[in-house]
């Protein structure tokens, strides 16, 4: 059984938004992690970058798959988790405290699109 | 109709038929359309004996002249130490494909482990794919590399002193790729430094390719250009023959992000063009952004050493559409052969290969400017080969040449050469070509 946390945006493809102020942490969730395997590489993009919801911002790499990684809501990339790049397996070992982007949001509208927790158990059930 | 060398007689056809339920093979057929079959006879020679068939390619084959080769141009006349056809034609080697799986082929795996790790120490950089088709396909898997890892950029500068064939696959790879490719001016036989701090200063690069040596010969000086690059996180590209690389400075020395080239120089025969083989190496840090496949060492369960395809993740067979490109697999006999050459040469060998066309190349040179009717083309260091201009008409002296079985001097342009010399020319065969040249 996967984690879910409450107080969560979530996304289809798997992502989850943690909004702290005007800006929100992105990663992908523990369902996601567990689908994949073992990760070994996480693809970052720059701090800078301007990202639209539903584009692809980088990759997580396992041992048997690369899984593009989609922004569920759009903004500016404030900062990148740069431990990911030598410890890309703290995803597995704890995927909601390994947060892959940190986002400025530019418009907190777009998080109505998304799941909350309650519906994200039940997307991932079915 | 039954043939000598086909496997299925014609009581295994009909067996076959058979089982399937049908009369002849025209009935198998019968659920493709009548108006897309194949109903005219196959343009084909009437079939001959083996005996004529010996006597055909015999014939043909003597219309071939081999001549003593004073050219270059991105294919090279260097001598094959007789050991590398005795172990290549082994069958192990010979008829095995791609490995599919893998780990199953161990020498396999270890050869092509060989090979990266020699061509990684030749180009002076951290990793080494298992090898890419050719040099210009490479130079090409080099430029959509470039744009795959600055993402949002498409534009890629190619130097006018490339090998224009080289210049051509970039062009036909950028075309359906969607890459602008654009040319960075030349100067004297180099690359134009001006115009290409200019261009890259936009800041729209993704990455800048440039040969060592470049087409003309010509050693260019690359100081500074991997910073210029780096500041505005443009990938620096470097082209390289394969064999100098036992001499000069290497692609790791001028802080290049990638090496490529074709390795053909590395003893693997002229051949009309082919087989040859490419290399792909690159820094550690854009590993995941290389195409091709890459061989790793490790250790089984038992703790012996092992090979395994690794980082397979960034393929094709997985990443599909996302990945850098559509390759899955290498040149892995020439590959072999380079492996076999380099373990035989040594280092040392390599630097006497280079020692022996230098001092050819630049005495040809000094020798046909002495006549009076070349000139040095640009005003360039060079290692084995180089442009002269001339007065004599360039037609006329090819012709000479190949009655005196030389072939010697590609025009490059209206009244310009370009000559090699490797360490296969003797100082009796360069004399003989500037005979001709003195008695024109």
Not at chain 1, 82 to 90: A, G, I, N, V, Y
Not at chain 2, 156 to 180: C, D, M, Q
Not at chain 2, 308 to 335: D, Y
Request: charged share 25%; glycine share 6%.
């Amino acid at each position: 059984m996967s984690k879910v946390i409450e107080g969560l945006f979530y996304a289809e493809s798997h992502e989850f938004v943690k909004v702290e102020g005007d800006s929100a942490f992105i990663g992908i969730t523990d369902y996601a992690q567990n689908q994949l395997g073992n990760v070994v590489y996480v693809d970052l993009p720059e701090v800078g970058d301007e990202i639209a919801a539903g584009e692809e911002f980088g990759a997580v790499e396992s041992v048997k798959a690369a899984s593009d990684l989609i922004s569920p809501i759009s903004g500016t990339i404030e900062a990148i988790n740069e431990t990911l790049e030598d410890k890309p397996e703290s995803i597995n070992k704890d995927a909601f405290a390994s947060w892959i982007i940190q986002v400025k949001l530019s418009d907190k509208s777009e998080l109505s699109n998304l799941m909350d927790a309650a519906a994200y158990t039940k997307f991932i059930e079915e | 109709m039954s043939y000598k060398y086909f496997p299925h007689t014609e009581d295994d056809m009909r067996d076959m038929l058979k089982v399937c339920g049908v009369k002849s093979l025209d009935d198998l057929y019968a659920e493709i359309p009548d108006d897309i079959q194949f109903k005219r006879e196959y343009d084909l020679p009437s079939t001959m004996s083996e005996a004529e068939v010996r006597k055909f390619f015999k014939n043909l084959g003597e219309k071939n002249k081999s001549l003593t080769c004073f050219t270059g141009a991105g294919c090279y006349d260097h001598y094959t130490p007789a050991v590398i056809n005795y172990i290549l034609q082994r069958s192990e080697f010979l008829t095995s494909y791609t490995p599919y799986q893998a780990e199953i082929s161990q020498g396999t795996l270890q050869y092509i482990f060989e090979f990266q790790s020699m061509m990684a120490e030749l180009t002076g950089m951290e990793v080494s794919n298992a090898s890419m088709y050719d040099g210009p396909t490479a130079t090409a898997e080099a430029m959509m590399m470039s744009v795959a890892h600055a993402r949002k950029r498409n534009k890629v500068l190619a130097s006018s002193t490339l090998n224009p064939n080289i210049l051509r696959v970039l062009e036909t790879y950028a075309k359906f790729h969607g890459v602008e490719l654009e040319r960075i001016a030349e100067k004297d036989g180099v690359t134009d430094k001006a115009d290409f701090e200019t261009k890259v200063a936009n800041g729209d690069v993704a990455g800048v390719i440039v040969a060592s040596p470049n087409y003309y010969g010509a050693l260019e000086d690359y100081t500074g250009w991997a910073d210029s690059c780096h500041a505005k996180k443009t990938l620096f590209i470097m082209n390289c023959n394969a064999s100098t690389l036992g001499a000069i400075k290497t692609p790791g020395e001028w802080d290049a992000d990638v090496a490529v080239g074709d390795a053909q120089s590395l003893g693997i025969p002229m051949c009309f063009g082919g087989p040859y083989v490419g290399y792909m190496c690159t820094r550690k840090s854009l590993i995941r952004k290389m195409p091709g496949r890459v061989v790793g060492a490790t250790a089984d369960a038992d703790g012996q050493r092992a090979f395994v395809l690794t980082l397979q993740a960034r393929e094709q067979h997985i990443r599909r559409e996302k990945a850098t490109s559509n390759i899955c697999s290498n040149q892995s006999l020439m590959a072999l052969f380079v492996t076999i050459y380099l373990s035989v040469m040594g280092k040392k060998g390599l630097q006497e290969v280079n020692e022996l066309s230098y001092s050819g190349a630049h005495y040809l040179a000094d020798e046909l400017c002495a006549t009076g009717k070349f000139a040095m083309a640009h005003n360039q260091p060079f290692l084995n080969e180089f442009a002269v201009k001339t007065t004599v008409d360039i037609s006329l002296l090819q012709k000479k040449f190949i009655e005196a079985g030389i072939f010697g001097g590609l025009k490059i342009a209206e009244d310009t050469l370009l000559f090699c010399v490797t360490e296969m020319r003797s100082k009796e065969e360069i004399d003989l070509l500037v005979n001709i040249v003195k008695q024109l």
